[in-house]
């Protein structure tokens, strides 16, 4: 027993010589978020921060952010980047999507496969009506969870060529509807857009060969059909737009619109 007391002291001051700037760290953030929250930060709390602690930086950061002050969040943290720390690259993340540097932040979220806050981000971003960057955010969460974000990338992917169309730009648009259809062949929604806008370009064959690809999918649903009847019908392809109107019948019993056509279209 007189043989381990030495080692046993020694142990006992390795670890206290250890612990010290775990304690002193511990206790910096402790003083340092409960002067935060009582509104009682000094300018040297916000400057400065002991040197062996990993976050003290971040923790500067985050208040500067809380105050809108991005200029002095950035000075504080871009230091420490690039790093392949989580909580250091979360916040630099958050700080660069305030600062409206969305691809820098969203490039940071997906490396950390961290989709629910691109999701949030995709929100934010409907919010202001970027639909460019939306579109972006989304691919990074689908490569992430796509069983999760597959279909609000296709609605977001078809909002931007029905814009494109909308606004007269045709021939891109179709580029558009191609690219989602080759994406995600079994979404049939851009199948009657693409018709569309190949009738929009006195393109009829084309219209017609892109519905009949397809109207065997069983995705379809109620929309798609009466937008393929309507066209079918256009184009004097008639039994193709019985077909379609019945599946139509078929997906919504009550839809006049789908009855009214099948009575014209059989009445003699």
Request: glycine share 2%; net charge negative.
């Amino acid at each position: 027993m007189r043989k381990l007391a030495p080692i046993l002291l020694l142990l006992t001051i390795a670890l206290i010589f250890f612990s010290l700037p775990v304690f002193k760290n511990n206790h910096w953030s402790t003083t340092f978020v409960k002067d935060f929250r009582s509104g009682s930060l000094t300018p040297e709390q916000l400057t400065t921060a002991p040197e062996s602690h990993p976050h003290a930086r971040v923790l500067q950061a985050r208040v500067a952010m809380s105050k809108q002050d991005y200029t002095f969040a950035l000075q504080v943290i871009e230091p420490l980047v690039p790093t392949n720390d989580p909580v250091i690259l979360q916040t630099y993340a958050e700080l660069l999507f305030s600062l409206e540097r969305y691809t820098e932040a969203l490039d940071i979220w997906h490396r950390l496969g961290m989709y629910n806050k691109i999701e949030h981000a995709a929100s934010a971003l409907r919010t202001s009506d970027n639909l460019e960057m939306r579109i972006y955010a989304l691919e990074k969460a689908y490569d992430i969870r796509p069983d999760i974000y597959a279909r609000l990338l296709q609605y977001a992917q078809l909002e931007r060529a029905n814009k494109t169309r909308d606004a007269g730009q045709i021939l891109e648009s179709i580029s558009q509807y191609q690219a989602i259809i080759d994406q995600f062949p079994d979404y049939v929604a851009p199948y009657g857009d693409l018709a569309l806008a190949y009738l929009e370009q006195d393109e009829p064959d084309l219209a017609l060969s892109t519905l009949d690809r397809a109207m065997p999918k069983s995705s379809a649903d109620y929309r798609f059909f009466m937008r393929a009847g309507k066209i079918y019908d256009q184009c004097g392809s008639f039994d193709r737009a019985l077909e379609a109107y019945q599946k139509a019948l078929l997906e919504c019993s009550n839809c006049q619109d789908a009855v009214q056509a099948i009575d014209r279209l059989t009445t003699p």
